[in-house]
């Protein structure tokens, strides 16, 4: 059983929302809760460390792409119960729209894959729930900040 497992508390995690070229970055999870389906790429805030630093992190370490922290696009929870009702998993998640830097996309250890999908094929892919509403959410904020899906990575 893992240590996110039954928690006593909810664990709080940040997830990043990036695009390049009109197409949103996914990461496949390679551990529960949810393995196996795409999703943004985040994970849990290591005590003492900042949200950016923490979704700047988790984006490095599950893609190899640096990012830019622009603006948070969503804060919300995701339980999971088992079988019995129980909570398995409780996450506080806060998103962030972010802009990459540089770097070239390949999985980290903890994630089966990763790539770049059009926004409007989602529906198409195993995706986590909850999180193509906070890749729409993430693309009005972008074009309220005047954000260009087509800057050039660095």
Known sequence: MSDRQYPDRPLVGVGAVVFLEGDVLLVRRGREPAYGLWSLPGGLVKLGESLDAAVRREVLEE???????????ACLDRVFR?????????????????????G???????????????????????????????????????????????????
Do not use: M, N, W
């Open 82 to 102: 088992d079988t019995a009702g129980r909570i398995a998993y409780h996450y506080v998640l806060v998103d962030f729209l972010c802009e990459p830097l540089s």
């Open 104 to 154: 070239h996309i390949q999985p980290g250890s903890d994630v089966l894959d990763c790539a770049y999908f059009a926004p409007h094929k989602l529906h198409q892919v195993p995706i986590t729930p909850g999180a193509a509403e906070v890749i729409q959410k993430a693309d009005r904020a972008r074009s309220r900040l005047g954000f260009s899906i087509y800057d050039p990575l660095l």
């Open 63 to 73: 893609t190899g792409l640096q990012v830019k922290v622009v603006d948070v696009v």
